[in-house]
């Protein structure tokens, strides 16, 4: 499934993601910042301390996005972390559309 369209709500709280067939996911920054996949997030959610970095609000601001390709999505957040990268396969069955 693609998007037809995607944009950032809420002053960079959310992601919205409307999808070729209609729905739509919306994705609260602080969850999508979790998903992110890069071996600097990785590292910090395995870790059980989080840095007080990871606290602040810029960290689950959407400051940009941008597509990748056809099939992924790059976001650059507003605390400069600007590694997140993500297929839209995985964020459909991370963030199934509301019904």
């Not at 739509?24 to 910090?44: D, M, N, Q």
């Not at 870790?47 to 996005?65: D, F, K, T």
Request: charged share 20%; aromatic share 6%.
């Amino acid at each position: 499934m693609h998007p037809s369209d995607i944009s950032i709500s809420g002053g960079g709280s959310e992601l919205i993601i409307r999808w070729s067939d209609h729905s739509v996911s919306t994705i609260p920054g602080h969850l999508l910042r979790k998903a992110c996949s890069c071996s600097e997030c990785r590292s910090r959610n395995r870790s059980e301390s989080l840095s007080l970095s990871m606290l602040s609000s810029s960290a689950h601001e959407i400051r940009e996005i941008d597509l990748l390709s056809s099939s992924k999505l790059y976001v650059i957040w507003n605390d400069g972390h600007d590694r997140s990268i993500y297929t839209f396969t995985t964020l459909r069955e991370e963030f199934p559309p509301q019904s």
